[in-house]
């Protein structure tokens, strides 16, 4: 069992609360992966301050020489992706061959910083006059606060810290209590990487108490949060009172359609990947299932059949699909889903229960469960599970289709599943998430891409590619005149 202690101004620190709190396998509940200071408003305003500093010194750091540490953290990362990958498993439970995708993630990112470093762009403009030069520039704004969910434990983290980093920014990141490791991990890499001390800082604990001190800090330009739509409110609440920039990637209720046209085996592999990976804990996970009417019993016999074959179990052995909940009380809530979605008359056909077989009985596993003939209305049909709960409804033609697709309060991702290429198009149109498949699953992001939702998943903005460097820098506008005149812009004159 490991000790962690905050990273701040490059150096290990015990919290100043002398508190501490455990982050456990879901897999096997007896096993500690690392004790960790459970970190007050004192720590963080420590690494603030550090952070402040150290912002005078790395802003002025030329973009291609940040970018070159960020490659050497790559390649670290590289170095070390299975003892990584191996690290998350245990601390967040999902399958190594998951996590293994979870870490490439931020390694991907990395490189992709690392390149971003030598084609920073800006505009160059004509002027309404004569000898005249405008053109933008893009800079850092200060300190970020970057606080992050528990699914995504290393690409979340690294969406966040490479951009405000290669940016020319500072930061302290509070990562979630329930896998704080990787990004202990990841702060220790950094280091190695050559990363002055100071520009990156890791302080743990919890949402209430670290999180809420980041987002109340005067010295914290902004805020970068990916998690629950509910704190997310709060947190552009809170921001908003300072007018602290603020970054909002949350919840989602990502439904795949399927046409009557479709190839029905790929939609399959689709929905088990989509619905199922993660355990269903992903901002992306496929939570609804919405099939045109001929194919819809049809599809639900196929799609019974495989995932009653799903194996679960501990995530560290190769043959296993799905991995636990990451908590005791996530199974509850799952749980507590599955006794709404049978109340509000939902059939169920498989699943439902807790799975306690051999060492399953170790951890928060749960049987991946389908419930059909759900309606729009329903509980189970609007609320996000984050879970492996699949909710089936029937649409009796595309337009149909797409309107239940639509009729949520999220807007994440969509997939859908055609060989008409007419519809298809046309699908790209009208669904109303930031991300669209077609004939792919709902989850699935590349790095390069930008990443995010409309409606309640976020408030505008896209991490991932070129638009993460959008949130982490300010806009400067300059007008470069070389008459030797006062020449008054149209507007004056
Ligand atoms: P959460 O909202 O409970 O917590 C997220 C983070 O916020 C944690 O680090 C937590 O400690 C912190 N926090 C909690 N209260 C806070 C407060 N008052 N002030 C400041 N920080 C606070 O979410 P979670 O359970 O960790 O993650 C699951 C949620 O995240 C789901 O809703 C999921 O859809 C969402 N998510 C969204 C995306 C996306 O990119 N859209 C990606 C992954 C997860
Ligand atoms: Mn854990």
Same mark, same amino acid.
């Given at each position: 069992?490991?000790?962690?202690?905050?990273?701040? !101004?490059?150096?290990?620190?015990?919290?100043?609360?002398?508190?501490?709190? #455990?982050?456990?396998?879901?897999?096997?509940?007896?096993?500690?992966?690392?004790?960790?200071?459970? %970190? +007050?408003?004192? @720590?963080?305003?420590?690494?603030?301050?550090?952070?402040?500093?150290?912002?005078?010194?790395?802003?002025?750091?030329?973009?291609?020489?940040?970018?070159?540490?960020?490659?050497?953290?790559?390649?670290?990362?590289?170095?070390?992706? $299975?003892?990584?990958?191996?690290?998350?498993?245990?601390?967040?439970?999902?399958?190594?061959?998951?996590?293994?995708? !979870?870490?490439?993630?931020?390694? @991907?990112?990395?490189?992709?910083?690392?390149?971003?470093?030598?084609?920073?762009?800006?505009?160059?403009?004509?002027?309404?006059? &004569?000898?005249?030069?405008?053109?933008?520039?893009?800079?850092?704004?200060? *300190?970020?606060?970057?606080?992050?969910? =528990?699914?995504?434990?290393?690409?979340?983290?690294?969406?966040?810290?490479?951009?405000?980093?290669?940016?020319?920014?500072?930061?302290?990141?509070?990562?979630?209590?329930?896998?704080?490791?990787?990004?202990?991990?990841?702060?220790?890499?950094?280091? #190695?990487?050559?990363? &002055?001390?100071? *520009?990156?800082?890791?302080?743990?604990?919890?949402? %209430?108490?670290?999180?809420?001190?980041?987002?109340?800090? &005067?010295?914290?330009?902004? *805020?970068?949060?990916?998690?629950?739509?509910?704190?997310?409110?709060?947190?552009?609440?809170?921001?908003?009172?300072?007018?602290?920039?603020?970054?909002? $990637?949350?919840?989602?209720?990502?439904?795949?359609?399927?046409?009557? @046209?479709?190839?029905?085996?790929?939609?399959?592999?689709?929905?088990?990947?989509?619905?199922?990976?993660?355990?269903?804990?992903?901002?992306?996970?496929?939570?609804?299932?919405?099939?045109?009417?001929?194919?819809?019993?049809?599809?639900? !016999?196929?799609?019974?059949?495989?995932?009653?074959?799903?194996?679960?179990?501990?995530?560290?052995?190769?043959?296993?699909?799905?991995?636990?909940?990451?908590?005791?009380?996530?199974?509850?809530?799952?749980?507590?889903?599955?006794?709404?979605?049978?109340?509000?008359?939902?059939?169920?056909?498989?699943?439902? $229960?807790?799975?306690?077989?051999?060492?399953?009985?170790?951890? =928060?596993?749960?049987?991946?469960?389908?419930?059909?003939?759900?309606?729009?209305?329903?509980?189970?049909?609007?609320?996000?599970?984050?879970?492996? *709960?699949?909710?089936?409804?029937?649409?009796?033609?595309?337009?149909?289709?797409?309107?239940?697709? +639509?009729?949520?309060?999220?807007?994440?991702?969509?997939?859908?599943?055609?060989?008409?290429?007419?519809?298809?198009?046309?699908?790209?149109?009208?669904?109303?998430?930031?991300?669209?498949?077609?004939?792919?699953?709902?989850?699935?992001?590349?790095?390069?891409?930008?990443?995010?939702?409309?409606?309640?998943?976020?408030?505008?903005?896209?991490?991932?590619? =070129?638009?993460?460097?959008?949130?982490?820098?300010?806009?400067?506008?300059?007008?470069? !005149?070389? %008459?030797? %005149?006062?020449?008054?812009?149209?507007? @004056?004159?």
């Amino acid at each position: 069992m490991k000790q962690y202690k905050n990273f701040i !101004d490059g150096k290990l620190m015990d919290s100043k609360s002398g508190r501490t709190f #455990e982050n456990r396998n879901p897999a096997n509940w007896g096993e500690i992966v690392g004790v960790f200071p459970k %970190s +007050n408003v004192e @720590d963080l305003n420590m690494a603030v301050e550090v952070a402040k500093k150290a912002y005078q010194k790395w802003r002025a750091v030329p973009w291609p020489a940040r970018s070159e540490i960020m490659r050497k953290v790559a390649e670290i990362m590289i170095a070390k992706k $299975e003892e990584l990958s191996q690290l998350m498993t245990r601390e967040m439970g999902k399958v190594i061959k998951e996590t293994r995708g !979870d870490t490439q993630e931020g390694i @991907d990112t990395a490189l992709y910083a690392s390149i971003e470093g030598r084609k920073h762009y800006g505009y160059t403009l004509p002027s309404e006059l &004569p000898n005249k030069s405008c053109k933008t520039i893009r800079e850092p704004l200060g *300190v970020w606060g970057l606080i992050t969910p =528990w699914n995504f434990p290393i690409a979340i983290p690294t969406w966040k810290i490479f951009p405000c980093l290669l940016s020319g920014n500072t930061a302290v990141i509070k990562p979630a209590t329930y896998t704080p490791a990787c990004v202990g991990a990841l702060a220790q890499i950094f280091q #190695e990487a050559g990363l &002055p001390a100071g *520009v990156l800082n890791v302080v743990y604990g919890g949402g %209430s108490e670290v999180g809420e001190a980041i987002l109340n800090h &005067p010295d914290i330009v902004g *805020v970068s949060f990916t998690g629950s739509s509910d704190i997310g409110k709060r947190i552009g609440e809170v921001c908003g009172k300072t007018l602290k920039r603020c970054s909002l $990637e949350l919840g989602g209720k990502n439904g795949q359609v399927v046409l009557k @046209d479709a190839n029905l085996e790929l939609a399959l592999e689709g929905v088990l990947w989509g619905a199922f990976g993660t355990t269903g804990q992903r901002c992306t996970a496929t939570s609804r299932l919405i099939l045109e009417a001929p194919i819809y019993d049809k599809f639900i !016999d196929m799609l019974k059949v495989r995932v009653e074959a799903l194996k679960l179990g501990n995530g560290l052995n190769e043959d296993i699909d799905v991995g636990p909940l990451v908590s005791e009380s996530q199974r509850e809530s799952i749980h507590g889903y599955v006794e709404i979605g049978k109340k509000d008359g939902a059939r169920m056909v498989t699943g439902g $229960e807790l799975y306690e077989q051999g060492e399953c009985e170790k951890g =928060w596993f749960y049987k991946p469960t389908i419930f059909v003939d759900v309606l729009p209305t329903m509980r189970i049909a609007q609320e996000e599970i984050f879970g492996p *709960v699949l909710s089936v409804l029937k649409a009796k033609d595309f337009n149909e289709a797409i309107s239940i697709l +639509n009729n949520t309060i999220y807007g994440l991702s969509s997939a859908i599943y055609t060989c008409d290429l007419n519809l298809a198009h046309k699908a790209i149109e009208l669904a109303e998430t930031g991300i669209v498949y077609i004939n792919a699953p709902t989850i699935g992001a590349e790095c390069h891409l930008p990443f995010g939702g409309m409606k309640n998943t976020g408030n505008g903005h896209r991490e991932g590619g =070129w638009t993460a460097y959008e949130i982490f820098t300010e806009i400067k506008t300059v007008y470069i !005149d070389y %008459s030797g %005149s006062l020449q008054k812009a149209q507007i @004056d004159t």
